[in-house]
C-alpha cells in the first residue's frame, strides 16, 4: 500500500472536495441604523463584481449627500437615507438568501439589483411579496413581475444604437464577430447585436459563446479573427473579459472596429495597448465628467460634481454602473416625494403614473410589452460613447425606440432564436 | 496557416502554466498524499504578491516573482507544518484542511479589498511575429511564462533526478514507509515537497499576473484544470502531469478555436473520462499494489 490514499478515494474526496468548494461563503453586510432602508442586493465580490461595487460606490455618495442635505420629505416627515447592501456573488442561490434577509430582517423600501443571472429565485420571493425592486437588465422581466422594474438600464437593448451610429459613420463597415459568455448577460445581447447588425446591412460572419471559467482569452480571438471581419463585437462581455479581449486583439494584430456594451477601466486596458488602438472604440457608457450630460434633458443632478466626487472618493473604480444605481436612487426620491409616503407600492405607482417618467438620459415611456412581457422598462434615448484620443466621449444620443419602431421583428426574431423572448424564459 | 500557427502558439503557452499548476499539486500528492485544494489559490496569491511588489510598489518584475515564489512557499511550508502534518494519515481530514485555508485566502483578498480585478502591466509590452508568418503573434509576456515554466520544471526535474535530495524525494513519493525505513526523515522531505510544490503555483501566479484576471476567484478557475491534468496524467506522477498538461491544453486550446469556447470544457472532461477508461491508471500512472 502506497501513501494511504488510493486512486479511487483521491477521485472521491476530490469530487467531495469541488462540492465543498461549490458551496458559498457568507459575508458579511454593514449599514447603520437609519429610518429609510434602502437594499442593493448585487455582487460586490466576483467576476461581476465591476457591475455591482462600483455601483454601490455611486449610490453611497448619493446617500450621502441626501443626508447632508437633510434628508427625504415626504408626508410630513424627514427620512434619513440608509443603504443595506448584500454581496450575492452573482450566485442566484445567496442572492434568494439575500433578497430574504433584506425583506424580512432588514425591512427595506427597495431593493436594486444588477440582474441576470442571480435574479430568478429572488424576483420571484418579491412579486409573492409585493416587493418593490429594480433591474438593469429588463431581460429579468415577465408579464408575472409585476413589481420589478427596470427605470435606468435597459439591457440589452440600447445597443442598437451604437451599431446604428456605426452603421452611419462608417459605412465601410460590412462584416462583424460576435463573442460573449454564455449566461443572462450574454445570451439577450447576442439577439440584440444580430438584430443591430442585420438592420444595419451588416454580415455577421462569427457569432459565439465562450465559457464562464475562461482563463486565456487568445484562442477566443484567434478563431474571430480566423474571420477576417471589419468589425470585432465583444457584447456584454464581463468587465474583465473585454479588457482581456480587447488586450488580444491588439497583441494579435487586429486593425479593425471594435465595439462593445461596456469598457470599463479602460485607462487600464490603455496602459497595454496604447491609445492609437482603442481610438474610435464604440460603447455605451460614458463617463459622467463628459460636457454632454450637462444638457437640460438630462435628468440627474450635477452629473460632472457626481463622477469629481466618485473619482476623488473610488479612484480607479469608475464602471458602467457607477452611476446608475444613484440614478435609479434619484428617481426614487422624486417618486418618494410624489407620492408623499414612503410606502413602497404608493412610490412605484407615482413612479409609472402616466406612463411616461425623467430617465436620466432625458424623458421616456413604460415600455416593454412585446419583448419583455410587462411595461416595466422605462426606455427613451441612449448615449452612443466612443474613446477618443484615450477619453470616453458622448458621441450621440439616439433613440431606442425609434430603432423599435422600425426593426422590431428583427429583434423578436433574434431573441426567439436565442430562446430569450420572455414566454420563452418564462417556460 | 496563419490560425494554425497561431493556435499552436497559443497552446504552447497554455501547456506552460498548465504545467506549472499540476507539477506541484502532483508532487503535494505524490509526496504527501494530499489533495491540496487550496493550489489554485496559492496561485492566486503569488498573483496578488507580482502585483503588489511590481505594479504597486515598482519593484523589478522579476524580483517581484522571487518575492512571490518566496511568500507562497512559505504560505506551503505553513500549511504542511501546522494543517497537513497532522492529518497525514487521515486524507479526508488533509483535504478539508486544504479547502479551509482556499477559503481563508479568498476571504482575506476580499476583506482587504481586493474584490476588483487587479491590473498588472505586462513587463514587456506587445508580441512578435512567428515563424514569418504576419497574421501570428506572440506576445512577450507569454514567452515569459514559456520561459519561467522550462526553466523552473528543467530545474525541478534535475533536482529530482540528480541529486540526493530528489532520490529520496521520489523515494518518498513511491512508497513513504519503505522510504522511512530507509532512514529518509518523512517529515523534512513533505515539508521540502509541500514547499516547492506551492513555489511552483505562486511562481505560476506571479508570471501570469499580468495576463490573467488577478481576483480572489481566479485560483477555481486554475485548480480545476489542474485536477484533470493530474488525473489524465496519472495520479503522483510528475511526468504524467506535464504530458497531460501539453495533451489537455492542445486539446482545449485548438477545440476553442475550431469548435468552440463554450464546448471546450466538457469535452476536456470527456477526454479526461475516455483516458481513464482506456488506461485507469492514468497516461503514466503506476497500479496500486496491494
Redesign the interface.
Known sequence: ???????R???G??A???A??GTS?P?TSFGAEKTLKIGFLAP????V??WG??GLNGLEIWADEINAGGGIQAGGDTYMVELVPYDDEYLADKALRGAKKLVLEDGVGLIMMLGGSDAPAAVDFFTKNKVVSSTLLPSDLTDETLYHMAPCEVHPIYNVTGVEWLAENRPELKTAAI?AQ?DELGRPSVATYLAAFEAAGIEVVYQ????I????F???I??M??TKPDILCLDTAY??FV??LTEQAF???FDGQIISCTFD?YP?VI??VGTEFVEGFVFQFPDFDDPALNEPHINFPNPNGFFTAYEERYPG?WSAVSWEYAAIAVQWKAAVEKAGSVDPMAVFEAMKAGGRAPHVFGDANWWGTELFGIDNALVGDWPVVQIQNGKAVIVEYKSIIDWWAKHKDLMIKHFEALGEMWYQRKA | ME?IA??TV?AL??SSYTALMAVGLALI?????I?N?AHGNLFMVGAYAVWWLYAVNGWPFFLAVAGAIMVVGAIGLLMERMLFRPM??N??GG??M??GV??IL??LA?FFGL???K?V??IY???VVIFGI??A?I?WQ?LVVIGAAVLLLGTLWAFLRQTRLGWALRAC????EAAALQGIPINKFALLAMGLGAALAGAAGGVMAP???V????G??????A?IVI?VGG?GSLEGAVLAAILYAFFH?WV???I???I??TLGLVLMLVVLVVR??GLL?TA???
Open positions: 500500500m502506497r501513501n494511504g490514499i488510493t486512486r478515494r483521491f477521485i474526496t476530490t467531495a472536495g469541488v465543498l468548494v461563503l459575508r460586490l465580490t466576483g467576476e463584481a465591476g461595487l462600483p463573442c454564455d459565439e459563446f465562450f465559457a471559467d475562461t482563463v486565456d487568445a484562442p477566443v484567434t478563431s479573427l480566423a468587465p474583465d479588457n482581456f497583441l494579435q494584430g477601466f487600464a496602459e497595454k473604480t | 490560425v497561431q493556435t497559443n503557452y497554455a500528492f505524490g509526496v504527501m498524499g489533495i485544494f497525514r494519515d486524507p479526508l483535504l478539508i486544504s479547502v482556499l477559503f479568498e476571504v476580499v474584490g476588483l480585478m491590473h502591466p505586462p509590452p506587445g508580441s504576419p497574421g503573434t506576445p507569454r513519493a513511491q512508497d513513504r495576463i490573467v484576471q481576483d480572489p476567484y481566479i477555481h478557475k486554475m485548480i480545476v484544470t485536477f488525473i495520479i486550446t476553442t478555436t475550431y468552440g469556447g463554450g471546450a470544457t485507469p491508471t500512472g496500486e499494489r496491494g
